[in-house]
């Protein structure tokens, strides 16, 4: 008996693509040990989270400055998040 393959469409595929990628963890993404943990105090454990989370907001966090929000940037466009007007949307 010959098995039948249901072709997955391709935005089905971009689709589970991208909650992969809003799962991964902060750590997974590449992002620093002491950015992570300044994160994490504030309930911000994965991308999901991340991208839910303002520019303001990331600033508030203690020990969190530019520098960091800019690592928070790079790793996120590494991963296939861009930042017009350097906010965090996805692409």
Same mark, same amino acid.
């Given at each position: 008996?010959?098995?039948?393959?249901?072709?997955?469409?391709?935005?089905?595929?971009?689709?589970?693509?991208?909650? %992969?990628? +809003?799962?991964? *963890?902060?750590?997974?993404?590449?992002?620093?040990?002491?950015?992570?943990?300044? #994160? =994490?105090?504030? @309930?911000?454990?994965?991308?999901?989270?991340?991208?839910?989370?303002?520019?303001? %907001?990331? +600033?508030?966090? *203690?020990?969190?400055?530019?520098?960091?929000?800019?690592?928070?940037?790079?790793? #996120? =466009?590494?991963? @296939?998040?861009?930042?017009?007007?350097?906010?965090?949307?996805?692409?």
């Amino acid at each position: 008996m010959a098995k039948t393959r249901i072709r997955v469409s391709e935005t089905e595929e971009n689709r589970k693509k991208l909650i %992969e990628k +809003l799962d991964l *963890s902060t750590a997974e993404i590449g992002l620093t040990v002491r950015t992570t943990n300044c #994160l =994490e105090e504030k @309930g911000i454990f994965n991308v999901r989270d991340l991208l839910n989370t303002s520019r303001a %907001e990331l +600033l508030s966090i *203690s020990n969190f400055g530019e520098k960091t929000l800019e690592e928070v940037f790079k790793s #996120l =466009e590494a991963i @296939g998040f861009s930042r017009p007007n350097r906010e965090i949307k996805p692409r």
